[in-house]
C-alpha cells in the first residue's frame, strides 16, 4: 500500500486508509470494510455512488458558515458547546434528531428557513449509517435467524426511540493567534481559523485544534473540505499519523471521500473486533486553509440492549486488557448507559456539569 505523507506534526507511518466503493453490497465490499474497521477504526467511503451530491455538499457547507456567523444568543438556543481544549476554544452547534423534518429543539425563527435542509442532510448521515450497518452485519456473517443484515441496523431505527445521534458543524479559533471575544464570536465563519507561521512560539507538536478522544457511539462520519487537513489518528505504535482530506485516487471526484470511524460503543458491542481509534486534530505546520467541518455521531436508540453479537468473529474475538470489549459479557446494559458511563470516564459525568453527546471535535 502507499504510504500517507507525514507532516510535522504526524510521527509515524500510517499505510494509506482503505478507500471502499459501497455502492455495491457484494462479499468482497463486506469483507474489506469489516478488515479495515478491525485494522485501523477508520475508513474512506467513496463518494461516488452515494445519495450525497456535490450540490448537496456546497449548499451543507455554506450553511455552516452562514449559521455560525450569527450572533452568540442565537447559537445558545441550539445547543452551541463552547470549552477550552488544550489551547484552543473549540464552538460546536449540535443538532439532535429531527421528526417529520422538524427539529426537536428549540430553533430560532432566522434558521427556520434552513430547517429542511438540515434535516435532510441528517436523514441523508442516517441512511448512510444504516447502509454500512448492514454491511457491517453481513460481513460479521450474522446468521438470518439471528436478524441477519438488520442485526445493527433495526437498533438504530429512529421510529424505535430517541438515541445519541447528533449533527455537528464546528468551528475552533486559536486564542494565541486571535483573541477570542463575543464580539467575534458572532461575526467569524465556522471554521478552523488558518495558523499563521508568524509567531516563534509556534509548535505543531503543541498546537491543537482538537485534543486526542475517541468518540462514543456506533459510527461517526466526517466530512471535510479539500486542501483541509488536520486530522490524525494514534498508530498501533503509539505515534500520530496524518489522514489525507483527499487520498490518492480520489482527487478528481466530486467532493472528498466520506471518512466513517468506528466508535465506543460498536467496538464494545463486538468485544474490541473493530476498533475505535484514538484521533486528534492539529494546526498544519507552517499554515495551511482554514478548515470547515461537519460531523455525524450515530447512536443505538436509547433503550437497546447491547447483548452479544450473534457471530462467531466476535464471539471468539479475545480482546486486549485495554480494549473496551464484550458486548452483552459484563450484563446487558443499554445504549443510553453506555453513553453515561463513557460520559463518567470522561468528564466525571454525575459529578460535574458534562456534555450529553459526544465530544469530537472533528
Known sequence: MPVASINGNGQGHLPQLPIIDISKSDRDTQAKLIDAAATYGFVYIKS???????????????????????PYFYHQLMSVVITWILQVAAQALNFGEF?????????????????ANLSRFTDLCHGLCIKLLKLFALGLNIHADDGGEDWFSSRHDPSKGPSGCTLRLLYVRFPDRAMFSVSSAMTNKAQY????????????????????????????????RPFQPGLEILTTQSTWAPVAVSPPGTEDDAFPPILVNVADLLSFWTNGLLKSTVHRVVFPEGGGEDRYSIAYFC?????TKLVPVPSEMVRTRVPAVDEA???????AITAKEHLNNRLAATFGWGKQNAPTRDWGLE
Open 99 to 115: 421528526s417529520d423534518g422538524k427539529a426537536q429543539q428549540q430553533m430560532p425563527k432566522s434558521l427556520a428557513s434552513h430547517e
Open 325 to 331: 470489549g464484550g458486548g452483552g459479557g459484563k450484563g
Open 48 to 70: 461516488t455512488g452515494l445519495e450525497f451530491s456535490r450540490e448537496i455538499m456546497d449548499q451543507i457547507f455554506d450553511l455552516v458558515c452562514s449559521v455560525l456567523s450569527f
Open 193 to 224: 481559523p488558518a495558523l499563521q507561521k508568524t509567531s516563534s512560539d509556534y509548535d505543531a507538536t503543541v498546537d491543537i485544534r482538537a485534543g486526542a478522544h475517541s468518540d462514543y457511539g456506533s459510527l461517526t462520519l466526517l466530512f471535510q
Open 299 to 303: 447512536h443505538p436508540v436509547d433503550e
